[in-house]
C-alpha cells in the first residue's frame, strides 16, 4: 500500500497519495495543499516514517529518479527517489563512489538529508558534506534552486533536519574517487564473541580513516547465535590484509565474504532485507565501546558501528562533529509471543545499561523519538527559527518535526501494529483528493 511505511508496523493516516514524476506536477502538489490547508508529508520509500502525518497529503518521491553523473567534475545530479544502490551501479564504473548506508534500496535523499552515516563516513564525513546544491520547491510551490551562497540558511537546515523545510526535488552531488574497494563480512559462531570483541576492539583503536569496521552480534529465532564484523576498506586488498591482522588471527571464521568489490555491490556485505516488514528499532550513540554480554532475546540483532575520523571533525551541517566513538543499534521483530513493548523494554534495558551520550543520528530515530534527541538545543533553536521563517503555516510534516515535543515521553507512542486504510491517489494532471 503506498501509505505504508518502511516498517510496516507505522500507520500513516494521510488525506491523499501523491506521486509527481516531475517538478510541475510536485508543484501542483505542494499548492493543492496550501491551497485547501493540507499538510504534506514527503517520502521516497518510507523509511524513517513515523506516522506523524495526520491531515496530510503523503507526496512519494519514487518516481524522481532522473540521474546524471559529470565523472570529471565529480559531480553526481538525482532526482530525490534515487535509492543508494542506483547511484552506486552509475558511479561506480568511472571509478568513483557517493555516500552509502548499509542497504542500498534506501533514498539518498532520505540518507543525505538527515546527516547520514555511511560505509565511507569515517573518511568523507556525513553523506550531507557531499550536497553541492538542492532543488526544491518551498512552502509556497515555488521551484528554487538552494546553495551555500544563494541561500546559507536554508542550506544549513536541508543538509541534516529532513523534510521539514520544503520538498527537495534533485540533490547535487560531490562524488569522491574509489578505485580500489575491499570488503565483506566474517562471521563466527556466537561462542566465539569475547574473542571477536576483543579483537574488534584492538583494531577500531588503531583504524585509519579509511577502514570502517561495524561488529554485530544475533540471534534468529531456530538458528544458533552468531557474531560478524562488517568491514570496507578504501584501499588496496594487501594494506587491507595488514590492518586486518587481528581478524585473521581469531579462530577461523564460519564464513568470510572479504573480497575486491565495487562500489555498487557495498548492499551485498550486510545482506539486509530490501522489502518492508515489521520491525522495531533503536539506536544511541556510545562515549565508549561496549558490547552486550548474555542472550540477546527478544531481539534479534545488535550491531555496533566504529566511528570517529571525519565524522569526529567539523561539520558545517545541522549534526556537526560526532564527537560519540560508537553507535549501537537493537533491532527486534515481533511474533512467536514476542510484542513490540517486549522489544522496547528490552532495547531500554540494553541502553540503560551502556554509556549513552543520550544524542542519536536523525537518520537513526525511532518513532517514540523526537528532533531533540539528535539535535544540541542551540542547534535545535537555529533550526526552528529557519522553519518559522520559511514554512510558517507548517506546510511541510517531516517525520520528525523541529517543533515537537523533546521529552521521549511526551512524544507519541508506539506505532499501531496494524495497517492504515487506504487513501486516494492524487490524479494527473487534475490534482483531486
Same mark, same amino acid.
Given at each position: 500500500?503506498?501509505?505504508?511505511?518502511?516498517?510496516?508496523?507505522?500507520? /500513516?493516516?494521510?488525506?491523499?497519495?501523491?506521486?509527481?514524476?516531475?517538478?510541475?506536477?510536485?508543484?501542483?502538489?505542494?499548492?493543492?495543499?496550501?491551497?485547501?490547508?493540507?499538510?504534506? #508529508?514527503?517520502?521516497?520509500?518510507?523509511?524513517?516514517?513515523?506516522?506523524?502525518?495526520?491531515?496530510?497529503?503523503?507526496?512519494?518521491?519514487?518516481?524522481?529518479?532522473?540521474?546524471?553523473?559529470?565523472?570529471? #567534475?565529480?559531480?553526481?545530479?538525482?532526482?530525490?527517489?534515487?535509492?543508494?544502490?542506483?547511484?552506486?551501479?552509475?558511479?561506480?564504473?568511472?571509478?568513483?563512489?557517493?555516500?552509502?548506508?548499509?542497504?542500498?534500496?534506501?533514498?539518498?535523499?532520505?540518507?543525505?538529508?538527515?546527516?547520514?552515516?555511511?560505509?565511507?563516513?569515517?573518511?568523507?564525513?556525513?553523506?550531507?558534506?557531499?550536497?553541492?546544491?538542492?532543488?526544491?520547491?518551498? %512552502?509556497?510551490?515555488?521551484?528554487?534552486?538552494?546553495?551555500?551562497?544563494?541561500?546559507?540558511?536554508?542550506?544549513?537546515?536541508?543538509?541534516?533536519?529532513?523534510?521539514?523545510?520544503?520538498?527537495?526535488?534533485?540533490?547535487?552531488?560531490?562524488?569522491?574517487?574509489?578505485?580500489?574497494?575491499?570488503?565483506?563480512?566474517?562471521?563466527? $559462531?556466537?561462542?566465539?564473541?569475547?574473542?571477536?570483541?576483543?579483537?574488534?576492539?584492538?583494531?577500531?583503536?588503531? %583504524? $585509519?580513516?579509511?577502514?570502517?569496521?561495524?561488529? /554485530?552480534? %544475533? /540471534?534468529?529465532?531456530?538458528?544458533?547465535?552468531?557474531?560478524?564484523?562488517?568491514?570496507?576498506?578504501?584501499?588496496?586488498?594487501?594494506?587491507?590484509?595488514?590492518?586486518?591482522? $587481528?581478524?585473521?588471527?581469531?579462530?577461523?571464521?564460519?564464513?568470510?565474504?572479504?573480497?575486491?568489490?565495487?562500489?555498487?555491490?557495498?548492499?551485498?556485505?550486510?545482506?539486509?532485507?530490501?522489502?518492508?516488514?515489521?520491525?522495531?528499532?533503536?539506536?544511541?550513540?556510545?562515549?565508549?565501546?561496549?558490547?552486550?554480554?548474555?542472550?540477546?532475546?527478544?531481539?534479534?540483532?545488535?550491531?555496533?558501528?566504529?566511528?570517529?575520523?571525519?565524522?569526529?571533525?567539523?561539520?558545517?551541517?545541522?549534526?556537526?562533529?560526532?564527537?560519540?566513538?560508537?553507535?549501537?543499534?537493537?533491532?527486534?521483530?515481533?511474533?512467536?509471543?514476542?510484542?513490540?513493548?517486549?522489544?522496547?523494554? #528490552?532495547?531500554?534495558?540494553?541502553?540503560?545499561?551502556? $554509556?549513552?551520550?543520550?544524542?542519536?543520528?536523525?537518520?537513526?530515530?525511532?518513532?517514540?523519538?523526537?528532533?531533540?534527541?539528535?539535535?544540541?538545543?542551540?542547534?535545535?533553536?537555529?533550526?526552528?527559527?529557519?522553519?518559522?521563517?520559511?514554512?510558517?503555516?507548517?506546510?511541510?510534516?517531516?517525520?520528525?518535526?523541529?517543533?515537537?515535543?523533546?521529552?521521549?515521553?511526551?512524544?507519541?507512542?508506539?506505532?499501531?501494529?496494524?495497517?492504515?486504510?487506504?487513501?486516494?491517489?492524487?490524479?494527473?494532471?487534475?490534482?483531486?483528493?
Amino acid at each position: 500500500m503506498l501509505t505504508t511505511g518502511w516498517n510496516t508496523a507505522v500507520e /500513516q493516516e494521510v488525506v491523499a497519495v501523491a506521486e509527481p514524476a516531475d517538478v510541475d506536477e510536485a508543484v501542483a502538489v505542494i499548492r493543492h495543499a496550501r491551497e485547501h490547508g493540507l499538510g504534506v #508529508a514527503v517520502q521516497a520509500g518510507g523509511h524513517g516514517a513515523t506516522g506523524r502525518t495526520g491531515g496530510s497529503v503523503l507526496l512519494r518521491t519514487g518516481k524522481l529518479t532522473g540521474l546524471t553523473v559529470d565523472p570529471a #567534475a565529480r559531480r553526481a545530479r538525482i532526482g530525490s527517489g534515487v535509492t543508494a544502490g542506483q547511484l552506486q551501479a552509475a558511479v561506480a564504473p568511472h571509478g568513483l563512489t557517493a555516500p552509502a548506508g548499509s542497504s542500498p534500496v534506501v533514498s539518498v535523499a532520505g540518507l543525505a538529508l538527515g546527516g547520514g552515516l555511511s560505509w565511507f563516513g569515517r573518511k568523507h564525513g556525513w553523506a550531507a558534506d557531499r550536497i553541492v546544491a538542492l532543488e526544491v520547491v518551498d %512552502a509556497d510551490g515555488r521551484p528554487r534552486r538552494v546553495d551555500a551562497d544563494s541561500d546559507p540558511e536554508l542550506f544549513w537546515a536541508l543538509r541534516g533536519a529532513g523534510g521539514d523545510f520544503a520538498l527537495v526535488t534533485t540533490l547535487e552531488l560531490a562524488l569522491f574517487p574509489a578505485p580500489r574497494l575491499y570488503g565483506g563480512r566474517m562471521w563466527w $559462531p556466537g561462542e566465539h564473541t569475547p574473542e571477536v570483541a576483543d579483537a574488534y576492539r584492538r583494531l577500531t583503536a588503531t %583504524a $585509519p580513516d579509511e577502514l570502517s569496521a561495524w561488529l /554485530q552480534l %544475533a /540471534q534468529f529465532p531456530g538458528v544458533p547465535p552468531m557474531v560478524a564484523v562488517d568491514l570496507t576498506y578504501l584501499g588496496d586488498q594487501d594494506d587491507a590484509r595488514d590492518l586486518l591482522a $587481528p581478524l585473521d588471527r581469531l579462530p577461523r571464521p564460519r564464513s568470510d565474504t572479504r573480497r575486491r568489490m565495487s562500489p555498487a555491490d557495498l548492499g551485498s556485505i550486510t545482506a539486509e532485507p530490501t522489502n518492508p516488514g515489521v520491525r522495531y528499532s533503536r539506536a544511541e550513540l556510545l562515549t565508549e565501546l561496549a558490547v552486550p554480554a548474555g542472550p540477546l532475546a527478544p531481539l534479534l540483532s545488535v550491531q555496533l558501528r566504529h566511528l570517529g575520523g571525519a565524522l569526529a571533525r567539523p561539520s558545517d551541517s545541522p549534526h556537526g562533529a560526532l564527537t560519540e566513538p560508537y553507535l549501537l543499534s537493537m533491532l527486534g521483530v515481533p511474533g512467536r509471543g514476542v510484542t513490540a513493548r517486549d522489544i522496547t523494554a #528490552a532495547q531500554d534495558r540494553l541502553a540503560a545499561a551502556s $554509556p549513552v551520550s543520550g544524542r542519536t543520528p536523525f537518520t537513526f530515530l525511532e518513532p517514540r523519538q523526537a528532533a531533540a534527541d539528535a539535535f544540541a538545543p542551540g542547534v535545535l533553536a537555529r533550526l526552528r527559527d529557519i522553519k518559522h521563517r520559511y514554512d510558517p503555516g507548517n506546510l511541510f510534516r517531516g517525520s520528525f518535526p523541529v517543533d515537537q515535543c523533546d521529552s521521549r515521553e511526551t512524544v507519541s507512542p508506539l506505532p499501531p501494529t496494524k495497517k492504515s486504510r487506504s487513501a486516494p491517489v492524487l490524479a494527473w494532471p487534475t490534482v483531486s483528493t
